[in-house]
């Protein structure tokens, strides 16, 4: 149980595009998300902190309108890169929180590598 | 501030060795604490967790780890290493925050030699 996807795998798009990646909670309802990016061989910063129906939180630093997110569902967030740039090239992690067991355990998605050209 | 340290960046080891990560953490209470693995290009495994109990936790894989109060610690043990078991390891608390947030330590790089 507690299984996390993230789609897609891997990307590769051209600068000045949108990429979208899904994160899905397959088993639980996630009544919140979290959102990391990882530079190669570093560890995991955490971009923001989504609930299920309201808007995300952003930690200081990230651009919100960069990288927008969305957690319409409780099985369901988006990261979008928007007008992204080689810079934004990185290792982006997702990880939900199941509201119905009570603990503050994340279960984590298997990530997806972006690459921007 | 609120910190979690793993003071070693890389650590080599014979297979069928012992191996011990360190992890310390700073912050005025007890956190939740966590270990995980992360092989190249993957996601985040869970290895093992304390919230509270017995600080001897045991975990997947043959791991466990001790939390010890009087020197903030949470160690990561194993008593003979797999050549498997080689990936990054992250030590992680969740130290205060009405979000509960995980806060993660820089990791070790774990090489197994053969």
């Known amino acids: 149980g507690a299984v996390v996807s993230q789609h897609p795998s891997r990307v590769i798009c051209k600068s000045g595009t949108s990429v979208k990646i899904e994160c899905r909670s397959l088993d639980f309802q996630a009544t919140t998300m979290f959102w990391y990016r990882q530079f190669p061989k570093q560890s995991l910063m955490l971009m923001a902190t989504s609930n299920e129906g309201s808007k995300a939180t952003y930690e200081q630093g990230v651009e919100k309108d960069k990288f927008l997110i969305n957690h319409a569902s409780l099985t369901l967030s988006t990261l979008t890169v928007t007008s992204a740039h080689p810079e934004d090239s990185s290792f982006y992690i997702c990880?939900?929180?199941?509201?119905?067991?009570?603990?503050?355990?994340?279960?984590f998605g298997p990530g997806t590598r972006l690459t921007v050209t | 501030a609120q910190s979690v340290t793993q003071p070693d960046i890389h650590i080599t080891v014979s297979e069928g060795a012992s191996l011990e990560l360190r992890c310390n953490y700073s912050?005025?209470?007890?956190?939740?604490l966590f270990w995980y693995v992360q092989s190249p290009g993957q996601g985040l495994q869970l290895l093992l967790k304390y919230f509270s109990g017995d600080t001897l936790v045991q975990g997947i894989k043959g791991f466990e780890a001790e939390f010890k109060r009087s020197q903030s610690s949470f160690n990561l043990r194993k008593p003979s290493v797999h050549w498997s078991d080689a990936a990054e390891y992250f030590c992680a608390a969740i130290l205060s925050g009405s979000a509960r947030q995980l806060t993660f330590g820089s990791g070790t790089q774990l090489t197994v030699l053969p």
């Open positions: 912050y005025g209470a007890t956190p939740y």
């Open positions: 990880s939900a929180r199941d509201g119905n067991r009570g603990t503050y355990e994340q279960y």
